[in-house]
Each structure stands twice: as structure tokens, then as C-alpha cells.
């Protein structure tokens, strides 16, 4: 059994894990990251396929301010990453609207915006008591009942569950948004600057609210590129990296707090940052294994397909079109690499839960898949496709349960009071954009 002592040990792996220890190490001297397996990139690692590497899905840091553009910039290098600027774009009733990824919905019509902008003027007028909100079931209970009725089907349609199984989280995910972009912009962000109760509830392009409008990505490459870059930095600042499955956490001393892991390795620590899902996480704890599970992991099928140019500057085009496969074609090449005989990809992220045929037979639905990404504009009109390979996985995104807050209560409550604020979890609950975990965990470490 070996022993070891750090000022700092990080369990989790990926972007999280890595940027946390970086930040960490402005502080402290001897950090440790323990990642459940040897790819510590996580999400990150590429799918290789046609002579070159490619993401799983859209992988940007966006949504980023300048202050955290800079401190990533420091992290890897100053051109490290290229800036592609924000450029997304929303298929809403198959119309395209440019620099928005939320649903666009004057594109189902006139009569079915000014229906919605009429609920919320009544609701503006007739205030509610607050209730409390642990479910999407609640929360979409305070939108108007046209968009209740889309997010409930899509809900099960995509996701695979019902909205009262989902914590009023998953609010976070594009398709999902409670602000609602009901108008068009220029009317939107009248109504945003001069009341709250619609700033609180309507949405409008990044651009137009003045926010900064940053996507970056190493130009060219692929986004384990940059997860590589990231752990060369930490190794040379002498951050250490062990990959170990079955870690217990235990309180050893007023000092210290003990890890052991199937390893055989007993590991002490003066602080413990933990960054991944709360699932895992419980079952660091003895005391927490009884939780029931709080994280859903989506099934997504990908598809890629290689093409002969690119027809399109977005770097992805959001599907909310109810009953459509997509819920995002992604211009691979476009930022990326091509393959190995030059050729451009196009890969899209298929959502569809409650169709077992597209389970069982996800060939079947190739040609479907590639009308929408015409329809997306990624792929003109006669454009055609030379190739495609999929790939079907059973866990992709994390999305949290409607018991998420509960047992997020829960545990805290308990390291609080068995560890006296020694083990601590950043980002728990927050959304998941880069940026806002980011946020949260260098506010939590300053």
C-alpha cells in the first residue's frame, strides 16, 4: 500500500477535472487528480474515422466572457485557440433563424406568437403565488400552454422520459429553454431592458444584448487536441494523475482526510474538490450509497457523413422542430479536420427515445437524417453525401432527475457536517456549459 500526502486532490476527469486543477495550482503546491480511467480526457476523446479525428458532437468553449477567454488563453497558450466567434443557428418549423440556438417561435407562425405574447401579458397583470420547483413538469407549468404541450411531447420524444421524471434543470439544454424568444429580437430586447418580468421570461440573440460572442476551438484539429494540450501544462506544473476506480472517501484527523481506492493506494489530503456527477460521487461515501440515482445519461445515435464542401458558416444548427430527428448537425469540417482524402464532414446528434426502429435500425433513417441537414443549410439543395458511419451510444449527456435537488441537499449537508467544508463539490448543479461551470469553480477556489 502506498501513501501519499496533497495539499489539493481532484476527483473527476475531462475539461472539469483539468481546469480545476489549473486554477488550483496558483494556490497550492502538490495537487493530485484521480480520473475512474486512464482517458482522462473524457468526453473530449475523439471518434477516428476516414483517416482523421473528429468530436463527439459539438465540443466549442462558448458562451464565454473575456475574462475567461483570457484565463484559458493563459492555461494553454496564447494561440493555442482560435476564436470562431458565436455561430449558431436555430431550425425552428424547418425556417432557419442565424445566432440563436433556442427555439425561434414566430416561425410557427404569427396567430401562434401573438397567442403566447397575450398569456404573457395576462400573467404579467394577474401575479401568481411562487411555487416550489423541482421538476420540468413544474416549471413548464408556468409557460403558456401551446409550449407546455410541445416541450411534454418532445420531452419523451427525444429524452425518453416524462417531464415530472426530469429536475426543472434540464432547462439548461437549447430545445428546452423557459425563456422563450416568442417576438422578433429588436422587440424582445425592448421588452428585456424595461421590464423584468419579461427579462426573466424572453430571450434574443447574444449579439444583440451586447454579450460577448466568443466560441473557441484549436482551428483545424479536434477538441482532444486541447484536452492533450491541458494535461501536458498540468504534468509540467507537477500536478499529478492517477487513474483508480472504487474511490472511498473517509475522515481520518482534524488535519487530514483520508482516500482509499481498489488500487491499494491510501491517499491524504488536505482538501478534496470532486467534479463529477452526483451519481459517482455518493458512492464515494458509505454513509450516501443509499441514495437513489439522480442522473440520467441520453441515449444519442450519431451520424457522420463526408461530403464534398462546406456550404454553410454556422458552426451548428440546433433541430427544434417538433418531430424531427436532429437535435443538432454539427459543420464539422468547417473548424475541424477533413478526412484523409479531403473530403468535409457533417455530423449530426439524433434524438428519438421513443422509436425502437431507429434503435434497430438506424440505416434505415440515413437519408431522413441527411434531408435535414439540408433543410439546416449545412448541405445545399443537390448536395449528397459520399459516405456516413454511425454510432450509436446509450450514454451521452448527463441529465439530472427531478430528485436532483433533494440528494444534492442531501450530500452537501453531510460533507458539511463530517468534513467540515474539506471536501467540497464545485459546480454541483450548474449548468452544463463549460462557461458556467468555469465560473463557479474559480469563484469557489478564490
Not at 117 to 134: A, H, N, P, T, V
Not at 161 to 171: A, G, V, Y
Not at 360 to 365: G, S
Not at 379 to 406: E, G, H, V
Request: proline share 3%; net charge positive.
Amino acid at each position: 500500500m502506498t501513501e501519499n500526502d496533497y495539499d489539493i486532490v481532484i476527483i473527476g476527469s475531462g475539461y472539469r477535472a483539468m481546469i480545476t486543477a489549473y486554477l488550483a495550482s496558483k494556490k497550492n503546491k502538490k495537487i493530485l487528480i484521480i480520473s475512474k480511467s486512464k482517458n482522462i480526457s473524457g468526453i473530449m476523446d475523439p471518434i477516428e474515422w476516414e483517416g482523421a479525428k473528429f468530436d463527439k458532437g459539438y465540443q466549442f468553449l462558448d458562451g464565454i466572457n473575456k475574462h475567461q477567454k483570457n484565463l484559458i488563453n493563459n492555461f494553454v497558450g496564447e494561440n493555442f485557440l482560435y476564436d470562431f466567434g458565436y455561430g449558431a443557428a436555430s431550425l425552428t418549423n424547418n425556417k432557419l433563424y442565424a445566432g440563436h440556438a433556442i427555439p425561434y417561435w414566430p416561425h410557427q407562425g404569427n396567430l401562434f406568437s401573438l397567442k403566447l405574447f397575450i398569456k404573457y401579458l395576462f400573467r404579467y397583470f394577474i401575479k401568481s403565488k411562487k411555487k416550489e420547483i423541482d421538476s420540468f413538469e413544474d416549471l413548464i407549468k408556468l409557460l403558456p400552454s401551446e409550449i407546455k404541450k410541445i416541450f411534454s411531447y418532445e420531452c419523451e420524444r427525444r429524452i425518453g422520459l416524462k417531464p415530472n421524471q426530469l429536475s426543472h434543470r434540464i432547462q439548461d439544454f437549447p430545445f428546452f429553454s423557459f425563456r422563450q424568444t416568442i417576438l422578433p429580437d429588436k422587440f424582445s430586447y425592448f421588452l428585456k431592458k424595461n421590464f423584468n418580468y419579461f427579462n426573466e421570461i424572453i430571450a434574443c440573440k447574444r449579439s444583440t444584448l451586447g454579450l460577448d460572442c466568443i466560441s473557441l476551438y484549436p482551428k483545424g484539429k479536434y477538441i482532444g487536441v486541447f484536452a492533450e494540450k491541458m494535461k501536458r501544462v498540468l504534468l509540467e506544473k507537477g500536478v499529478e494523475i492517477k487513474d483508480s476506480d472504487g474511490v472511498k472517501i473517509e475522515n481520518q484527523n482534524n488535519e487530514k482526510i483520508q482516500i482509499n481506492t481498489k488500487n491499494g493506494d491510501c491517499i491524504n489530503a488536505k482538501k478534496i474538490l470532486i467534479v463529477t456527477e452526483l451519481d459517482d460521487a455518493k458512492n464515494f461515501f458509505d454513509e450516501m450509497a443509499y441514495l437513489d440515482s439522480s442522473i440520467y445519461y441520453l441515449p444519442s445515435i450519431l451520424y457522420y457523413f463526408t461530403t464534398d464542401k462546406i456550404n454553410s458558416g454556422f458552426q451548428y444548427v440546433q433541430g427544434n422542430t417538433v418531430d424531427n430527428l436532429i437535435n443538432r448537425a454539427n459543420n464539422m469540417s468547417l473548424y475541424g479536420q477533413k478526412t484523409s482524402s479531403g473530403e468535409c464532414v457533417i455530423s449530426a446528434e439524433v434524438l428519438d427515445n421513443k422509436n425502437s426502429s431507429l434503435w434497430n435500425n438506424p440505416e434505415k433513417y440515413v437519408d431522413k437524417v441527411w434531408n435535414e441537414i439540408k433543410l439546416m443549410k449545412l448541405a445545399s439543395k443537390d448536395q449528397n453525401y459520399s459516405k456516413f458511419k454511425i454510432f450509436p451510444i446509450k450514454k451521452t449527456t448527463p441529465m439530472q432527475l427531478s430528485n436532483f435537488d433533494k440528494n444534492s441537499e442531501i450530500l452537501l449537508k453531510f460533507l458539511k457536517t463530517k468534513f467540515n467544508n474539506k471536501v467540497s463539490f464545485p459546480g454541483l448543479g450548474k449548468r452544463t456549459s463549460r462557461a458556467f461551470f468555469l465560473d463557479d469553480v474559480e469563484n469557489f477556489i478564490n
